[in-house]
């Protein structure tokens, strides 16, 4: 088995010398650009055996283990190309989802093309009417001979304009209760039936969708899990899920400057923005500075121990508005300013303390919002007393909806 010095220099050479041949003459800019650069930067990490180290090696991986993990954490903080939010939904939720609940023929079939880039993936659970409360989606999927015909809207879906497939969350059976008619499929999104609308959010960028199902048909053994059986499918997505967007968003350097997803402001950034306005010997600045920096350290730890991935969710909330906060004080009065361009200079005169300023507040929904983090640390966690609602074997077809 490769040693953890070992895999380190392999990181350290594909980061220092083989990455900047590999995304050299891929501009960012437009989507379609952005996508491209992506790919091009996922499929040398996978082509180098960097892209997979706990994945079995019969789907592309090198089967190694928790320590050789965090080896890669630790050498690669701050070296990841900001495209790599481009895979954050299929790297990080639904190939791994797939990998350990799928059938054999999935795995074999998805992952290895998912893990190298050329697939890209997202996520369809939230609905309208179905957003915390998730187990009341009304997506509905009917068998029909050899393939499923499904209808309904999907909101909040990540990446839609560009994915390739998605995970999906749809009713399989009415009459069963809410948790348990569900069922968890493999959609692909470049088929009739499939509709993508962007949401534009308030600051200018357009991460979201809301997607509109008019019989969609998915090949009939393109289940994941079990038939009716996909809230434990689902439930298993959210815990890679909360761990994505917690512990492993906290990864930023004073140079990487990124606008995409939702990570929290580096406190090396925020020490650069002190200093540049004169305030590093300001107590109230120092104490805040020091409070995120032991908020940083926390969330590591919590991922080295293995936590409850709500625990990390709600660190990351956490640090990621009061990070925003101290950045607009150091920033004013350029925080507020907005050109619609991001430089390559470490400045504040361009938008990158504005997207963060109005970007952090979505930290607390995306992934299950804070609330509903509170609840399942409460319940699950901890023990509680369930929230008070129907009974839990009420057919789905009796309960009240909106």
Same mark, same amino acid.
Request: aromatic share 6%; with cysteine; charged share 25%.
């Given at each position: 088995?490769?040693?953890?010095? #070992?895999?380190?220099?392999?990181?350290? %050479?594909?980061?220092?010398?083989?990455?900047? #041949?590999?995304?050299?003459?891929?501009?960012?800019?437009?989507?379609?650009?952005?996508?491209?650069?992506?790919?091009?930067?996922?499929?040398?990490?996978?082509?180098?055996?960097?892209?997979?180290?706990?994945?079995?090696?019969?789907?592309?991986?090198?089967?190694?283990?928790? &320590?050789?993990?965090?080896?890669?954490?630790?050498?690669?903080?701050?070296?990841?190309?900001?495209?790599?939010?481009?895979?954050?939904?299929?790297?990080?939720?639904?190939?791994?989802?797939?990998?350990?609940?799928? %059938? &054999?023929?999935?795995?074999?079939?998805?992952?290895?093309?998912?893990?190298?880039?050329?697939?890209?993936?997202? !996520?369809?659970?939230?609905?309208?009417?179905?957003?915390?409360?998730?187990?009341?989606?009304?997506?509905?999927?009917?068998?029909?001979?050899?393939?499923?015909?499904?209808?309904? *809207?999907?909101?909040?879906?990540?990446?839609?304009?560009?994915?390739?497939?998605?995970?999906?969350?749809?009713?399989?059976?009415?009459?069963?209760?809410?948790?348990?008619?569900?069922?968890?499929?493999?959609?692909?999104?470049? !088929?009739?039936?499939?509709?993508?609308?962007?949401?534009?959010?308030?600051?200018?960028?357009?991460?979201?969708? #809301?997607?509109?199902?008019?019989?969609?048909?998915?090949?009939?053994?393109?289940?994941?899990?079990?038939?009716?059986?996909?809230?434990?499918?689902?439930?298993?997505?959210?815990?890679?899920?909360?761990? !994505?967007?917690?512990?492993?968003?906290?990864?930023?350097?004073?140079?990487?400057?990124?606008?995409?997803?939702?990570?929290?402001?580096?406190?090396? !950034?925020?020490?650069?923005?002190?200093?540049?306005? @004169?305030?590093?010997?300001?107590?109230?600045?120092?104490?805040?500075?020091?409070?995120?920096?032991?908020?940083? *350290?926390?969330?590591?730890?919590?991922?080295?121990?293995?936590?409850?991935?709500?625990?990390?969710?709600?660190?990351?909330?956490? *640090?990621?508005?009061?990070?925003?906060?101290?950045?607009?004080?150091?920033?004013?009065? @350029?925080?507020?300013?907005?050109?619609?361009?991001?430089?390559?200079?470490? =400045?504040?005169?361009?938008?990158?303390?504005?997207?963060?300023?109005?970007?952090?507040?979505?930290?607390?929904?995306? @992934?299950?919002?804070?609330?509903?983090?509170?609840?399942?640390?409460? &319940?699950?966690?901890?023990?509680?007393?369930? &929230?008070?609602?129907?009974?839990?074997?009420?057919?789905? =077809?009796?309960?009240?909806?909106?």
């Amino acid at each position: 088995m490769t040693t953890t010095n #070992e895999l380190r220099a392999e990181i350290d %050479a594909f980061f220092d010398r083989v990455l900047p #041949e590999v995304l050299d003459g891929h501009d960012g800019g437009s989507d379609a650009t952005t996508v491209a650069r992506a790919k091009a930067w996922r499929a040398a990490l996978f082509d180098h055996g960097l892209a997979a180290l706990d994945y079995p090696v019969a789907v592309g991986g090198r089967g190694l283990d928790a &320590e050789h993990l965090e080896v890669w954490r630790e050498a690669s903080r701050g070296r990841m190309p900001r495209e790599e939010s481009v895979f954050g939904i299929g790297v990080g939720m639904a190939l791994p989802t797939i990998r350990d609940h799928a %059938a &054999e023929h999935l795995a074999e079939r998805f992952i290895r093309p998912g893990l190298r880039g050329d697939e890209i993936w997202c !996520q369809m659970y939230s609905e309208p009417g179905a957003g915390s409360d998730l187990a009341g989606l009304t997506t509905r999927a009917d068998r029909d001979g050899d393939e499923w015909i499904v209808s309904g *809207q999907k909101v909040w879906t990540s990446g839609a304009h560009h994915a390739d497939f998605a995970i999906l969350l749809a009713r399989t059976d009415w009459d069963a209760p809410k948790h348990r008619g569900i069922t968890m499929f493999i959609l692909p999104m470049d !088929q009739p039936g499939v509709e993508v609308r962007p949401l534009v959010m308030m600051t200018g960028a357009a991460e979201f969708n #809301e997607v509109f199902l008019d019989e969609a048909r998915i090949p009939v053994d393109w289940v994941v899990g079990e038939v009716n059986g996909g809230w434990a499918t689902a439930v298993a997505l959210l815990a890679h899920e909360r761990q !994505q967007t917690g512990v492993d968003s906290m990864s930023g350097t004073a140079d990487s400057r990124s606008k995409a997803g939702r990570s929290p402001i580096p406190v090396a !950034q925020l020490r650069w923005l002190a200093d540049r306005a @004169g305030r590093t010997d300001d107590p109230v600045i120092r104490q805040e500075l020091a409070r995120l920096h032991s908020g940083e *350290q926390i969330v590591r730890w919590l991922g080295a121990r293995g936590v409850h991935p709500s625990i990390g969710k709600l660190w990351r909330t956490r *640090q990621g508005r009061a990070a925003a906060d101290l950045a607009a004080a150091l920033a004013f009065p @350029g925080g507020p300013a907005w050109d619609g361009s991001l430089t390559t200079e470490r =400045s504040v005169d361009d938008d990158y303390i504005a997207y963060h300023v109005l970007n952090c507040r979505g930290m607390s929904l995306g @992934g299950g919002t804070d609330e509903i983090q509170r609840n399942t640390l409460g &319940e699950r966690a901890l023990g509680l007393p369930r &929230e008070p609602g129907p009974g839990r074997d009420t057919p789905f =077809s009796e309960l009240p909806r909106n």
